[in-house]
């Protein structure tokens, strides 16, 4: 199981430990280091900083939002920054939800989420293999462009810049059983969101024969401290903004996740509190036990004893959350 060190994105600013760490991580022997967008700063903007200032830990996205970007904008930047960089790009996409989707990207959320994701990934691997100009006769991403507010003018293209990697990799951030099986299919890979490997049944039979290869990526935060109690609680803050903000009441991927998982109730509670202003409670909601099985916080053995259950799993690289540089530290000195 390979490392990687997840950055997320900024808050009100920028984070200034999210260089000395992708640093730190490299000289570690890290795998790889992945940035994250919401509604602030962008993904690729911080990677391509990071790249300029490390030599050879890889790069990835996770995940940049595809209402964010046509395909083939996606598809230009990831091929730009795999040039910068000298291969080490991996292009990580997420759908988001509605909420997100049409009030900060202003456009419609597909209603066939599965339909307009294979359509993007077909687009963005089209642009990459560059085989021939970029068509597709897709219902929510077209190319050319001929919907009837169009001029008919568009014409189909092909990159001028010729992709340094026709395979670079896609991976796709997805929580339903029906999205993860499709990732299967289409994708390089899967960044899943509150992995337990204890319980990986929730996503589907599809993750019982994954294709060769097939890299499976989740973020977990981990936190090497005496307190395990106080080391959650970051994870129960990230938890309650999640399940209870990012969503309506009627349509939270999140929150149904976290029902598949066995805290319903629970999931269903964090959301009235937190849709009600009262926040602080929705977090002190969310149970310890749940944050503790998506997480790796606590003392050195207590950490070296649950990183087996990652190992025996899926997992092929486990993307650390906000770590410190002891943490750092210790996460790769237990995983050599």
């Not at 795998?31 to 700063?41: L, R």
């Not at 929730?202 to 981990?222: N, Q, W």
């Not at 109690?229 to 939270?252: S, T």
């Not at 149904?256 to 002190?284: H, K, N, P, T, W």
């Amino acid at each position: 199981m390979r490392l990687g060190l997840a950055l997320g994105y900024w808050g009100r600013g920028p984070s200034t430990d999210h260089l000395p760490l992708a640093q730190e991580a490299e000289r570690l022997g890290y795998h790889s280091v992945w940035t994250a967008e919401s509604w602030g700063s962008d993904a690729f903007t911080p990677l391509t900083w990071i790249a300029a200032r490390t030599s050879t830990i890889g790069l990835g996205t996770a995940v940049a939002q595809m209402a964010a970007r046509s395909a083939t904008t996606t598809a230009m930047h990831a091929l730009t920054l795999d040039h910068l960089s000298g291969g080490r790009m991996t292009l990580g996409l997420g759908l988001s939800g509605p909420q997100v989707v049409e009030g900060w990207y202003g456009r419609p959320f597909p209603a066939s989420p599965l339909t307009a994701t294979r359509e993007y990934v077909e687009v963005v691997r089209q642009v990459l293999r560059r085989q021939a100009p970029v068509e597709l006769d897709g219902r929510f991403h077209p190319f050319p462009y001929r919907g009837a507010d169009g001029t008919g003018l568009g014409k189909a293209l092909k990159s001028i810049t010729h992709p340094l990697r026709h395979d670079l990799p896609v991976l796709l951030g997805a929580e339903g059983p029906r999205n993860v099986a499709q990732t299967a299919r289409i994708a390089d890979g899967w960044l899943p969101l509150y992995w337990s490997p204890s319980r990986p049944e929730v996503y589907g039979d599809a993750v019982r024969e994954l294709p060769p290869g097939f890299l499976v990526a989740p973020m977990a935060r981990v936190k090497v401290c005496d307190d395990v109690a106080e080391g959650l609680l970051p994870v129960k803050a990230m938890l309650g903004f999640y399940i209870g903000g990012m969503g309506h009441a009627a349509r939270n991927f999140h929150a149904d996740l976290m029902a598949r998982m066995g805290y319903e109730e629970e999931a269903r509670r964090i959301q009235g509190l937190f849709l009600s202003g009262r926040r602080e409670e929705a977090v002190l909601a969310v149970p310890d036990a749940f944050a503790d099985e998506i997480s790796l916080v606590g003392p050195r053995e207590r950490i070296a004893e649950r990183l087996e259950l990652w190992r025996k799993g899926p997992v092929t690289d486990l993307l650390a959350l906000a770590p410190d540089p002891h943490t750092l530290r210790v996460l790769a000195e237990l995983n050599s």
